[in-house]
Nanobody, 117 residues
Framework: QVQVVESGGGLVQAGEALTLSCAAS????????MAWYRQAPGKQRDLVATITSGGRTTYADAVLGRFTISRDNAKNTVYLQMNSLKPEDTAVYYC???????????WGQGTQVTVSS
């Protein structure tokens, strides 16, 4: 089992920055991908960014150039640096840990990010 815990959400004004953290613990081994998703009220959960255990990253078009995903493998922690936040970035942000070989996934409970205009 893997436990995933997000932190760092909050209320900010448009144009400001915020950094989310996601710590994974438990049976951490082998290649994996950690990812951030977000879900706004009444909408589906969308992929925001991913990072492999080797450091390869991908981003959704909506956040490209504004958000940066990074990870500290020694701490089993992934970060999401969010700059130039917009009201449309308001959502619950979820972190996911996925074992690359088996495909088994573990989700966190989410952290709320609210951007006021």
């Amino acid at each position: 089992q893997v436990q995933v815990v997000e932190s760092g959400g909050g209320l900010v004004q448009a144009g400001e920055a915020l950094t989310l953290s996601c710590a994974a613990s438990g049976d951490i081994f082998g290649p994996n991908v950690m990812a951030w998703y977000r879900q706004a009220p009444g909408k589906q959960r969308d992929l925001v960014a991913t990072i492999t255990s080797g450091g390869r990253t991908t981003y959704a078009d909506a956040v490209l150039g504004r958000f940066t995903i990074s990870r500290d493998n020694a701490k089993n922690t992934v970060y999401l640096q969010m700059n130039s936040l917009k009201p449309e970035d308001t959502a619950v942000y979820y972190c996911k840990y996925r074992r690359t070989l088996s495909g088994v996934e573990y989700w966190g409970q989410g952290t709320q990010v609210t951007v006021s205009s």
